[in-house]
């Protein structure tokens, strides 16, 4: 009764509510109507939470590009409006885009490093996972070994998690997981990105994660170096996913 209430005094709560359930069912193109309406409610007090959604949206769509341009709106109009929500959680959004789909952990770290200092207890085990592979990346081992490490002492009582974290901080300090070599050309340097996150992301055991990657390495390192390397990480993913 009193989330009907707060709706009818408040049409664009019913909106966003709206626009979120459908993005939660993935009818995304119906999302993305939803969310559009806040483009002319810049000084709503739910604007922010929208255009977080609005950009999570066209990040499912595979539009990465909108979706940056949404989150670091959101960021940037919170420079003058310390009021605008969901700030922290668009540099997060951010720092996943341009490690995931960009291949560009510098950025990546930046926008990890904001979200952190506007809130600390983002820092879950997604967050410092993905903040680890892009400290490997940067080739800063020492590191992304002691975040890993640091879950992995966590979670002591979840045997688990901590062979989980254990396997990934133990390949790291091993040197399995290279840094991305300077120099290379953009589609090589994603592919080459893509194969460390597969590798990565199956020493942790997030094998669903780690197909998409190796599946997005594969064509761009057909018959040169790091082919075996995917066309061998996508065999231990599906046989670990009962997928073969």
Known sequence: AAKEEARRADPALATLERAE??????????ALNEFMTFRSMRQHHL?????????????????TDKALDAWTEIQRRAVINTN????????????????EDRADPARALAAYGSALRL???????????????????????????????????DAAADQVEF??????????AAGHLAPLTDGLPPTQRR????????????????????????????????????????ALGMARAHAALNQS
């Open 191 to 230: 592919a080459q990105a893509d194969l460390a996150m597969g590798e990565a992301l199956s020493a942790v055991g997030s094998f669903e994660r780690a197909l998409r990657h190796y599946r997005r390495a594969t064509r761009p390192l057909s018959g040169q170096a790091g082919g075996d390397l995917c």
């Open 84 to 99: 605008i929500a969901m700030v922290a959680e668009s540099y997060r959004a951010s720092g996943d885009a341009y490690l």
């Open 119 to 153: 809130k600390p207890d983002l820092a879950d085990g997604a967050f410092d996972l993905n903040r680890g592979l892009a400290l490997l990346m940067q080739g800063e081992t020492a590191q992304a070994v002691a975040i890993f490490t640091e879950r992995r002492d």
């Open 163 to 172: 062979q989980r974290w254990d396997n990934l901080a133990r390949q790291c």
């Open 21 to 30: 359930e459908l993005f939660a069912h993935k009818r995304y193109d119906l």
């Open 47 to 63: 604007w922010g939470r929208a255009w977080y959604g609005l950009g999570q949206t066209f990040h499912a769509l595979g539009q």
